[in-house]
């Protein structure tokens, strides 16, 4: 029996010597950089698979992305500020608090104060709007309203570059405003022809609604030759414009500019699904005039105009129940030297229908001095033509 254990012991030994080198060499095998084996197999990181693009949901509907990647960078945010200037000490220790308490401590330190003249006026910021570029060279389109009455204007564009803009000029009546900022090589758009435009084409709207630089809504055109009673006739759309859109750029599906957005109608002050710009082709005009001349001039015939509704035409035997009727004649001016009368009714003008006074007066304004203008009539039942060459505004006086 003690034999046996001995052997026993000495095979169970040899056993686990065995086992040790086995395990060893096992080893060298499996841990990297432990063996200089060429042939080792080198572990290599898990690779997720390519997650595969699944379609989309949704087919069918536009998508403006590339539109929006165009017209974006030609789109700035301005704003402008005014110049304010600083009460002098002696009018502020007249304060009725101090007039009161005259021992309060800040009061002591007003009495101090000598009485100077008033500091150098202060700027503060009085107004935020939107523009676009439209040269190549930095010349800007905006609204008047947005820059009237400011002592300076900051461009901000949507690469974060910012510009001081000197004013080339602007003009009322129209609503049209051109900036001018000193850089080249920038991003510009073009415009479309807005007489072109029909009711239910694609637009966007792009500006800064409430200060929100980059913004970008969509819609269509509701309506064409908006008339609201102002000079301008508007386009009408239903693209999302808010406080701060003004000035921004109405660009069609092709990236070009067909208006300017100027106007909102709502009884709240905020988008209510209404909003008007004006139309490329006649904020061009005004701009053109703005740069060469530095102000705008307009076209003036000499005549006194009125309605036509057709109760009036009724009663004057006429056969044209819309127009305007010429209600008086300048003795020197364009329409009396072309031989135009009171008492005529003028229906269209250059081809173009005559509905009413701002048709006309819109028509005429629009034309360059020197322009000339075939306006249709109608004089005791008969129809003439006449050709009128066009004054400036200055005839008048």
Known sequence: MRQNYFLSRRYTKAVASVAGSL??????????GCSKAQDAPVLEPAVAPAVQAAPALVTGLPDFTQLVEKVSPAVVNIRTSERVAVRRAADLRQHPICEAWPDLPICGSLN?????????????????????????????????????????????????????????????????????IEASGLPFLNAADSSQLKVGQWV???????????????????????????????IQTDAAVNKGNSGGPLVDVYGNVVGINSQILSSSGAFAGVALSIPINDAMQVANQIREKGHVTRGYIGVSIRNVTPEIAKQLGLTHSEGVLIAGVSANGA?????????????????????????????????PQGGALTIELERQARNWTVQVVVGGESDAK
């Open 23 to 32: 395990l060893a060499v096992s080893m060298l095998v499996v841990l990297p």
């Open 112 to 180: 101090e104060a000598p009485s100077a003249a008033p500091s150098a006026p202060k700027e503060r910021v009085v107004g935020e709007g939107s523009g676009f570029i439209y040269t190549q060279d930095g010349y800007i389109l905006t609204n008047h309203h947005v820059i009237a009455g400011a002592s300076s204007i900051l461009v901000t564009m949507a690469d974060k570059r910012e510009f001081q803009a000197k004013l080339i000029g602007s003009d009322e009546k129209t609503d049209v405003a051109v900036l001018k």
């Open 204 to 234: 966007i709207a792009a500006g800064s609604p409430f200060g929100l630089q980059n913004t970008i809504t969509k819609g269509i055109i509701s309506a064409i030759n908006r008339d609201t009673g102002d000079y301008q006739a508007f």
């Open 335 to 367: 329409a009396a030297t072309s031989g135009m009368q009171t008492g005529d009714l003028v229906f269209a003008v250059n081809g173009s229908p005559i509905k009413d006074s701002r048709d006309f007066a819109r028509l005429v304004g629009n034309t």
